[in-house]
């Protein structure tokens, strides 16, 4: 969760950054060509800074998609052992049924034969 949300800050840091350089250059007291120049160097900055911000979602969303897959096989883990643990107290249940009918069975034979 973390992973996402320090993701998330960096890219609206540099969003903000973005827009508050762009701002500030338009409002900022320079000459037209002087903030030209500056607007065309920021503007050919843009697929650097595209590119930066896209690397850095891209490390976010596997740091996010390995901890999902670990989580998942911690689940499917605990799943595994939850089941098997419900198969052997239902296969010892059984058991003790089995016992306890032919326990049963075992005391109402001589009651069967005496009635005989």
Avoid: H
């Avoid at 762009?22 to 060509?33: E, H, K, M, S």
């Amino acid at each position: 969760m973390s992973n996402n949300r320090s993701g998330v800050f960096f890219g609206g840091l540099m969003l903000g950054a973005t827009i508050g350089a762009l701002t500030g250059l338009l409002v900022a007291p320079r000459t037209g060509r002087e903030t030209r120049k500056i607007l065309k160097k920021s503007a050919n900055a843009i697929p650097d800074l595209a590119e930066d911000l896209s690397t850095s979602v891209q490390i976010q969303a596997d740091r996010l998609s390995a901890s999902a897959l670990r989580n998942w096989d911690e689940t499917l883990d605990r799943l595994r052992e939850a089941i098997a643990a419900g198969v052997d107290a239902s296969q010892r249940e059984t058991q003790v049924l089995k016992r306890q009918t032919s326990v049963e069975d075992s005391d109402s034979l001589p009651q069967q034969l005496e009635r005989s």
